[in-house]
């Protein structure tokens, strides 16, 4: 019953580290999303993918990219890390488009701190 | 102003109270809704999808106003096992699916 698995599910860096968080859900879905959450502000969408070999912008992109290697698996990475970006990441998937069901299954989580 | 706004609370009742959150939101051409549960330091899940007709899960209502863009879900009963964090959803009709969170209602049910 593995579903959505994160990793790392904790990480400290430096300002101006790079990282990345990686992703990967076994239920065979097409989408897969970025999400970070931030008290006060809920979650918001950093990227999405439709289906593989397909990526799009969320709410707020700045400082990250992704890759959708595969079906399965969809990463995103800081490249320079600053402290804006200490939150807790959510990757989540859904079978097709979400405006189905509106059903995203969540990851655990990755709790992110940037010093 | 943020797109899917919410109260965060948080509001805490006594067992067996009834207690209502509302969600608004800003656009106009937002096409589903949906209500997300979120225990501490855990990963949201689907509560309910919030029907024009509104629509009842047990002991949750969840109704939406268009006229005055706000989606509610109304809780009766409360049990302690209640406590969360309430997430309203929203997908907006101009894009691919993208569903945009509100920021929570946080709820404490008190014995």
């Known amino acids: 019953n593995a579903g959505v698995t994160q990793t790392p599910k904790f990480q400290v860096l430096k300002t101006g580290q790079s990282m990345t968080l990686q992703c990967a859900q076994d239920m065979n879905h097409n989408s897969m999303y970025w999400y970070r959450q931030d008290p006060g502000m809920g979650l918001r969408l950093i990227y999405y993918?439709?289906?593989?070999?397909?990526?799009d912008k969320g709410e707020v992109p700045n400082g990250y990219n992704v890759s959708r290697l595969n079906k399965r698996e969809f990463s995103l990475r800081l490249e320079s890390a600053a402290p804006s970006q200490t939150s807790v990441y959510f990757c989540?998937?859904?079978?097709?488009?979400?405006?189905?069901?509106?059903?995203?299954?969540f990851g655990e989580g990755s709790r992110l701190t940037v010093l | 102003r943020k797109e899917v706004e919410q109260d965060p609370g948080p509001f805490n009742v006594p067992e067996g109270a009834t207690v209502a959150f509302n969600c608004t939101y800003s656009?106009?051409?937002?096409?589903?809704f949906f209500w997300y549960r979120q225990d501490c330091r855990k990963e949201p899940k689907l509560l309910m999808s919030?029907?024009?007709s509104g629509n009842e899960d047990g002991r949750f209502t969840a109704q939406l106003n268009r006229a005055s863009q706000y989606i509610s879900l109304l809780i009766r009963d409360s049990k302690l096992s209640d406590s969360a964090t309430y997430l309203c959803a929203v997908i907006r009709s101009s894009n691919t699916g993208k569903l945009i969170f509100g920021q929570g209602t946080t709820l404490q049910v008190k014995p």
């Open positions: 656009n106009s051409a937002s096409q589903s």
């Open positions: 989540a998937s859904s079978p097709g488009a979400v405006a189905n069901t509106g059903e995203l299954f």
């Open positions: 919030v029907y024009s």
């Open positions: 993918s439709a289906s593989e070999g397909t990526t």
